[in-house]
């Protein structure tokens, strides 16, 4: 803030006031406000429309600047101010009677001087950073299939299931269940089939137009034998981790899953004879189709 008080000095300085083209007047300024509540000393609205050529020479006129003069018959103060209410100059002039014809030049040259000296008052202050947006948070409640390959020995399998997950834009937590379903490999004079239920925890990231996504399953394997002289069918508990890349779309989801097992179980006719491997690697392609969300 910058305070004085000038009589000579001050008159002396308003004859080098800068003055207007007299047939220009400048538009008013859209923002910055000038009021001019002095009673008796100078002409009101002269000093509105040199203030206001001031501030259109220093790029101010679109700024949040609020000038204000008070006073009386010879005493003139002269405020400028952000409209936050921070002050940058408060000035107290003192006129002679004689002097108030050139109160609306003092003002002027008076607001010239401290844009001038202060520039950086006569840009419109930056703008607020606009708020942090609350994280997104929702449920969804997806469908989900898959068709893989799968070896050794080589065969095909197809998946259905659901998952319910928990998250943000990028982190989602889990859980998942699926029931999957072999087309029926070969194993000697017959052939074995595989269905497995599992449920397992889910997680989720997105980067960019890519979902990344694993997940850890667990549950029970039935295999059946088919077309041999007596058919019978052995649960087995199961386990394997899944890995998925893909593209999310609006509707859902489409990529790639990979599935694999520690585990190293045979299927092995009742006579012991014939004995395969029971696949524990899966590729295939997966899809996600969206049913529900709540935010």
């Given at each position: 803030?910058?305070?004085?008080?000038?009589?000579?000095?001050?008159?002396?300085?308003c004859?080098?006031?800068?003055?207007?083209?007299?047939?220009?007047?400048?538009p008013?300024?859209?923002?910055?406000r000038?009021?001019i509540?002095?009673?008796?000393?100078?002409d009101?609205?002269?000093?509105?429309?040199?203030i206001?050529?001031?501030?259109?020479?220093?790029?101010?006129?679109?700024?949040?600047?609020?000038?204000?003069?008070?006073?009386g018959?010879?005493?003139?103060r002269?405020r400028?101010?952000?409209?936050?209410g921070?002050?940058?100059?408060?000035?107290?002039?003192?006129?002679?009677a004689?002097?108030?014809?050139?109160?609306?030049?003092?003002?002027?040259l008076?607001?010239?001087?401290?844009?001038?000296?202060?520039?950086?008052?006569?840009?419109?202050?930056?703008?607020?950073?606009?708020?942090?947006?609350?994280?997104?948070?929702?449920l969804?409640?997806?469908?989900?299939?898959?068709?893989?390959?799968?070896?050794?020995?080589?065969g095909?399998?197809?998946?259905?299931?659901?998952?319910v997950?928990?998250?943000?834009?990028?982190?989602?937590?889990g859980?998942?269940?699926?029931?999957?379903?072999?087309?029926?490999?070969?194993?000697?004079s017959?052939?074995?089939?595989?269905?497995?239920?599992?449920?397992?925890?889910?997680?989720?990231?997105?980067?960019?137009?890519?979902?990344f996504g694993?997940?850890?399953?667990?549950?029970?394997?039935?295999?059946?034998?088919?077309g041999y002289?007596?058919?019978?069918?052995?649960w087995?508990?199961w386990?394997?981790?899944?890995?998925?890349?893909?593209?999310p779309?609006?509707?859902?989801?489409?990529?790639?899953?990979?599935?694999?097992?520690?585990?190293r179980?045979k299927?092995v006719t009742?006579?012991g004879?014939?004995?395969?491997?029971?696949?524990a690697l899966?590729?295939?392609?997966?899809g996600?189709?969206?049913?529900a969300?709540?935010?």
């Amino acid at each position: 803030m910058h305070r004085g008080l000038a009589l000579v000095v001050a008159v002396a300085a308003c004859r080098a006031a800068p003055s207007p083209p007299p047939t220009t007047r400048p538009p008013d300024p859209a923002r910055a406000r000038v009021e001019i509540a002095a009673a008796g000393c100078g002409d009101a609205q002269e000093a509105i429309g040199r203030i206001r050529f001031v501030l259109q020479g220093h790029n101010a006129a679109y700024s949040d600047l609020v000038i204000r003069v008070d006073g009386g018959a010879t005493e003139l103060r002269l405020r400028i101010a952000h409209a936050s209410g921070e002050v940058g100059l408060d000035r107290a002039f003192t006129l002679a009677a004689g002097d108030c014809a050139s109160a609306p030049q003092l003002l002027a040259l008076s607001v010239d001087r401290f844009l001038t000296a202060f520039p950086e008052w006569a840009g419109p202050p930056p703008p607020p950073p606009p708020p942090a947006p609350p994280p997104t948070r929702w449920l969804d409640v997806t469908l989900r299939g898959a068709v893989s390959s799968i070896w050794v020995p080589l065969g095909v399998d197809a998946h259905a299931g659901g998952l319910v997950d928990l998250g943000g834009d990028t982190h989602r937590f889990g859980i998942a269940a699926l029931v999957r379903a072999s087309v029926p490999q070969a194993a000697g004079s017959g052939r074995f089939q595989q269905t497995a239920f599992l449920a397992g925890a889910t997680y989720r990231y997105r980067a960019g137009a890519w979902r990344f996504g694993g997940e850890l399953r667990a549950g029970a394997l039935v295999v059946s034998g088919i077309g041999y002289a007596l058919n019978a069918s052995d649960w087995l508990p199961w386990w394997e981790g899944a890995v998925f890349a893909g593209r999310p779309f609006r509707w859902g989801a489409i990529g790639v899953e990979v599935a694999a097992s520690g585990l190293r179980d045979k299927a092995v006719t009742r006579d012991g004879l014939v004995e395969e491997d029971i696949p524990a690697l899966r590729v295939g392609l997966a899809g996600e189709l969206g049913v529900a969300s709540t935010r």
